[in-house]
């Protein structure tokens, strides 16, 4: 059983705690990252581009933790084992796992190609990738018995279709992985890991800069808090999910979109 806090002293805190994160090494996932060792957290970080990866232990290394990063392709189930077992090999236990490593693409389903590649590598990195690693990581947390927290970063995507912006394959995997969420903490919770899911807005990051300009200004336009998100402000309520606080916290979706699905 996850006890509740007594008191607000540590609520927030997550010092002393192993987080891995795919894709940490940039955008929003390194928004996480960052959020994480603040509050005091040893990082691992998944991900495929090592000087992206490097640039981000740098700056993480002036909070004090221990930062490591690992190479990680998380379609391939191979990878992430290997990438788990190093990650357990040089941390021990692992409290906290980051799905966030994700990719996008813009297209009508009609005018993909004939082996629907687009399709398959949004859905084999956006949901395949975030079940690779809850599989591998999971098995790791049960074994240990010492529970854990894994959050999935989904995106508002799940709950509207973008008519300016057709992403099908990206909708679906995260509406998916959503709903995944909700079955692992069903399944994990006697094991007493919690499962969240953070479901973003438009957010500052390489992923969202392929936007038109007036389809930017649209966006802000629409949005009731007018600007699009910070990868830091992901990362607030990723400590928060995270941390002793939340400890009664499991199986929801969180949306963090400046309103946007409300309005738009
Ligand atoms: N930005 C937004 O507006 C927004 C909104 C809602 C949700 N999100 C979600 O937030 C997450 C991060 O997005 P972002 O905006 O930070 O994107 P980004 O800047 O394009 O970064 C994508 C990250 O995913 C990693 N990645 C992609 N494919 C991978 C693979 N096969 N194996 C391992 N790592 C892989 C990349 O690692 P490498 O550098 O090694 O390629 C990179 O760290 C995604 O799940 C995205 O859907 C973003």
Redesign the pocket.
């Known amino acids: 059983m996850i006890q509740p806090i007594k008191d607000m002293s540590a609520a927030f805190s997550l010092a002393g705690k192993n987080a891995v994160i795919?894709?940490?090494?940039?955008?929003?996932?390194f928004g996480i990252a960052s959020a994480m060792a603040q509050s005091g957290a040893n990082i691992a970080i998944?991900?495929?581009?090592g000087k992206?990866a490097a640039e981000a232990l740098a700056e993480l290394a002036q909070y004090g933790g221990k930062y490591e990063s690992f190479s990680?392709?998380?379609?391939d189930m191979s990878s992430v084992r290997r990438a788990v077992e190093e990650v357990c090999e040089s941390f021990g236990n692992i409290d906290i796992l980051v799905n966030?490593?994700?990719?996008?693409c813009v297209s009508e389903l009609l005018d993909m190609d004939e082996q629907l590649s687009d399709w398959y590598h949004v859905l084999n990195?956006?949901l395949n990738?975030t079940v690779h690693m809850t599989y591998e990581v999971g098995k790791r947390m049960r074994d240990a018995g010492k529970g854990g927290c894994i959050l999935n970063?989904?995106?508002?995507?799940a709950f509207i279709v973008n008519k300016t912006q057709p992403m099908s394959p990206y909708s679906a995997s995260?509406a998916a992985a959503n709903h995944f969420t909700k079955c692992m903490a069903v399944e994990l919770g006697k094991y007493d890991i919690r499962c969240n899911a953070i479901a973003?807005?438009?957010?500052n990051?390489?992923?969202?800069r392929h936007i038109p300009p007036d389809q930017f200004d649209y966006i802000n336009h629409q949005m009731p808090l007018g600007r699009f998100g910070e990868?830091i402000e992901i990362g607030a309520l990723a400590v928060f999910l995270a941390s002793p606080a939340a400890a009664q916290i499991t199986g929801a979706v969180h949306v963090i979109d400046g309103g946007y699905i409300l309005s738009c």
């Open positions: 795919t894709g940490g090494n940039r955008g929003l996932g998944l991900c495929r581009d992206k990680c392709d998380v379609t966030n490593a994700g990719v996008s990195t956006d990738g970063i989904t995106s508002n995507a995260k973003p807005g438009f957010t990051t390489e992923l969202s990868p």
